[in-house]
């Protein structure tokens, strides 16, 4: 079956920090991968999406993610956080026709001063 | 500028009353889908409706219920026969297959 994993469920990082969440996909086809945040009663916004070619995708908000097909992942990164980007984020997949996306559970990012 | 427009923010429902949870978009996109969020989880898909007059089951979809007469617009009914209704709403639409979805920022709703 297809499925997403965010194996953490929190994050504590302290401001100017780097940050690295982790994203597993199953299934052997490679899908559409993308990463939107959440602000909390808020909707879901993009931060950047992979479907083919360069590994390493740059995104919003100076987020970048890497995929890598070995591994069936789909990290994504920020090299210096900022206490705003506090929120919790998902890694989501598409493999099917009509774009039905399959979300992670998604990692809560808390930032300390 | 172009979004998505859910309404109400917050809705309290009484027990046996249908309630309908309203979604607009002027992103000219043909695809609209409806997701329940429960605490602590990721989204799960109720309906979703790639053209006009056209909609599918999503993975919980009993208890809800949904039109799409104009492009614009997918609202969600939540009947009476979801027993457990309480949750925050989002819905999202697309372009295109395998596109970006783009959301709302969603509805609350609780039971009194």
């Known amino acids: 079956a297809q499925s997403v994993t965010q194996p953490d469920i929190h994050i504590t990082v302290s401001e100017g920090a780097s940050l690295e969440l982790r994203c597993n996909y199953s299934?052997?086809?490679?899908?559409?991968l993308f990463w939107y945040v959440q602000s909390p009663g808020q909707g879901l916004q993009l931060l950047l999406k992979?479907?083919?070619?360069?590994?390493l995708v740059q995104g919003i908000k100076g987020f970048e993610a890497e995929f890598k097909r070995s591994q069936s992942s789909f990290n994504l990164r920020k090299p210096s956080v900022h206490w705003s980007d506090a929120a919790e984020y998902f890694c989501?997949?598409?493999?099917?026709?009509?774009?039905?996306?399959?979300f992670g559970g998604g990692t809560r990012v808390l930032v300390k001063p | 500028d172009g979004g998505i427009t859910q309404s109400p923010k917050y809705l309290f429902r009484k027990e046996g009353q249908n309630v309908t949870l309203s979604c607009e978009q002027n992103?000219?996109?043909?695809?609209m889908y409806w997701y329940r969020q429960d605490p602590g989880q990721g989204l799960r898909l109720i309906y979703y409706?790639?053209?006009?007059?056209?909609?599918q089951k999503g993975d919980i979809a009993e208890g809800y219920s949904v039109s799409r007469e104009k492009k614009e617009s997918f609202p969600l009914t939540v009947t009476s026969a979801q027993k457990n209704p309480t949750a925050f709403y989002l819905c999202?639409?697309?372009?295109?297959?395998?596109?970006?979805?783009?959301f709302g920022d969603g509805t609350r709703l609780s039971i009194l």
């Open positions: 999202a639409s697309s372009v295109e297959e395998n596109q970006p979805q783009h």
């Open positions: 299934y052997g086809a490679t899908p559409y």
């Open positions: 992979y479907f083919s070619g360069d590994t």
């Open positions: 989501v997949a598409t493999w099917a026709a009509g774009n039905k996306l399959t």
């Open positions: 992103l000219n996109h043909d695809a």
């Open positions: 409706s790639q053209i006009v007059n056209d909609f």
